[in-house]
């Protein structure tokens, strides 16, 4: 009984507009300047807008955004860049995704998110 309920109720909520969890973050994406980064935040957003060179070997993976909690876009848009961590023995949680798919692209788009519990949630960079 209860999964034609439960049905009838997602099927409800789509013909009114009603939005997922993750599209709902979307819309709430706090902001932060560029100047409120951590020094090594701002380094890697320097270095991003330089294309490079890049400390570690994974800067410039595509990031998938399977949370969605980026705004969507067709895979291959978003890229990762590693912030470190003082003291982290490792690459740390801290990251900036970059959006628009081609390292060049990146630099010029100006699409920025911080990230500082290895992509839970973000904050959009305002320059």
């Keep these: ?7 009838l109720a997602l099927c ?14 979307q819309r709430a994406l706090v902001e932060i300047a560029a100047a409120e980064l951590p ?7 320097a270095l991003i807008e330089r294309g490079g060179p890049f400390p570690q070997r994974r800067d ?3 990031f998938a955004n399977r949370e969605r909690r980026l705004p969507i ?6 890229r990762e860049y590693t ?15 970059a959006g628009a798919g081609e390292i060049d692209d990146v630099r010029r788009s100006g699409e920025y998110y911080y990230s500082d519990d ?3 949630s973000f904050r959009r960079i305002r320059e």
């Design 1 to 7: 009984m209860r999964r034609p309920l439960v049905a």
């Design 12 to 25: 409800l909520a789509a013909l009114l507009g009603t939005t997922t969890a993750p599209a709902r973050q």
């Design 39 to 45: 020094a090594e935040a701002r380094h890697t957003l």
């Design 60 to 62: 410039g993976i595509v």
């Design 73 to 78: 876009q067709p895979r291959g848009y978003y």
């Design 83 to 97: 912030v470190p961590t003082p003291g982290a023995h490792d690459r740390g949680a801290r990251r900036i995704v």
């Design 118 to 120: 290895h992509y839970r």
